[in-house]
């Protein structure tokens, strides 16, 4: 069968002729089982009409993402009694934080069993892992580290700007601050623990974003007083029109960060460069905008660009006026 056969009438979706559910996920071997070969499950993805959910799970486009959903993903993966962890347990839990490139190539899935056995099995990254009844939830079936645990672990093990993005993550969708930084001690020894010990106090979920997590840390390496992310900035009438990245109100400088998801199209451009303009005249703020590479490249001169921009924020505040 050819794949526009399967098409909706619009010719833009996958329609009910698809042998898979258009509303559920499901297995390569399902899929094959059902009638869809190697080749077409590739041209699928290749063209859109699927997404790979997982490594080795498949959904139609118009699938919904939600987390009863992403349970049953993983309900068809993960081997039996094992506990999801790390970032899968992150995506899970709705915290955005797998790797990048992801929407590439589905990472493996992380999970755990018992402190003496591992799992082993492809696609899957299985570690040992110490876990106490308190750091295990049920999440639609599937057990899964808490927010809570699923933050340290990532705090712990992933690349300290990553490592932030996951702790805001986990404050953003609920966990308390204090009590994160409480249970920062229990990892005294392990590995990675003087990470998250430097970390978790900086942590802040009022970040929307792991790119802005990323540059608030910049900032933080670049020596400058801390600053309020997502301040609002508002019109005559006292009303919000705008919010900044990671800004300090005090010294009205900011700095944005413009990831290529929602920042890279001319007409997101010219938006940007309108709303910012209007803040500078406006307002009084200096505001510096960081690209994806400035953020997360090995070797920029971000923190010496921070440190310029707020030198500048500080100057433009203090001009003598005869």
């Given at each position: 069968m050819k794949i526009s056969d399967w098409l909706a009438p619009t010719g833009d979706l996958l329609g009910t002729s698809f042998p898979m559910p258009l509303d559920l996920p499901f297995t390569r071997q399902q899929a094959l089982d059902g009638g869809v070969d190697h080749r077409q499950l590739r041209a699928l993805v290749e063209e859109g009409l699927l997404r790979k959910v997982l490594r080795g799970v498949y959904a139609a486009a118009q699938a919904p993402d939600c987390v009863l959903f992403r349970a049953r993903s993983l309900a068809l993966v993960i081997p039996d009694c094992a506990v999801v962890t790390d970032r899968t347990a992150a995506w899970l839990h709705g915290v955005p934080i797998l790797e990048r490139g992801a929407h590439l190539a589905a990472p493996p899935i992380?999970?755990?069993?018992?402190?003496?056995?591992?799992?082993?099995?492809?696609?899957?990254?299985?570690?040992?892992?110490?876990?106490?009844?308190?750091?295990?939830?049920?999440?639609?079936?599937?057990?899964?580290?808490?927010?809570?645990?699923?933050?340290?672990?990532?705090?712990?093990?992933?690349?300290?700007?990553?490592?932030?993005?996951?702790?805001?993550?986990?404050?953003?969708?609920?966990?308390?601050?204090?009590?994160?930084?409480?249970?920062?001690?229990?990892?005294?020894?392990?590995?990675?623990?003087?990470?998250?010990?430097?970390?978790?106090?900086?942590?802040?979920?009022?970040?929307?974003?792991?790119?802005?997590?990323?540059?608030?840390?910049?900032?933080?390496?670049?020596?400058?007083?801390?600053?309020e992310p997502q301040h609002a900035i508002v019109d005559d009438g006292g009303y919000e029109i705008f919010r900044l990245d990671v800004p300090h109100p005090g010294a009205r400088y900011a700095a944005e960060y413009d990831g290529r998801e929602f920042h890279s199209s001319d007409g997101d451009v010219e938006h940007d460069n309108e709303r910012r303009d209007w803040i500078r005249r406006e307002r009084g703020w200096t505001i510096d905008a960081f690209e994806k590479d400035a953020v997360y490249g090995r070797n920029t001169d971000i923190t010496l660009r921070l440190k310029a921009g707020f030198v500048v924020a500080r100057r433009a505040r203090t001009i003598w006026v005869p």
């Open positions: 992380s999970v755990c069993e018992t402190v003496d056995s591992r799992v082993r099995r492809a696609g899957v990254d299985g570690r040992r892992r110490q876990l106490l009844g308190r750091d295990i939830v049920e999440v639609h079936g599937i057990p899964v580290t808490t927010p809570l645990r699923t933050g340290l672990d990532l705090g712990r093990r992933l690349w300290r700007f990553d490592g932030l993005a996951a702790i805001d993550g986990v404050l953003r969708i609920g966990v308390v601050h204090d009590e994160l930084l409480e249970e920062t001690d229990r990892f005294r020894g392990h590995r990675g623990v003087v990470q998250l010990r430097w970390l978790a106090p900086l942590a802040d979920g009022r970040a929307e974003s792991p790119g802005e997590s990323a540059l608030r840390l910049h900032w933080y390496d670049a020596g400058l007083p801390r600053p």
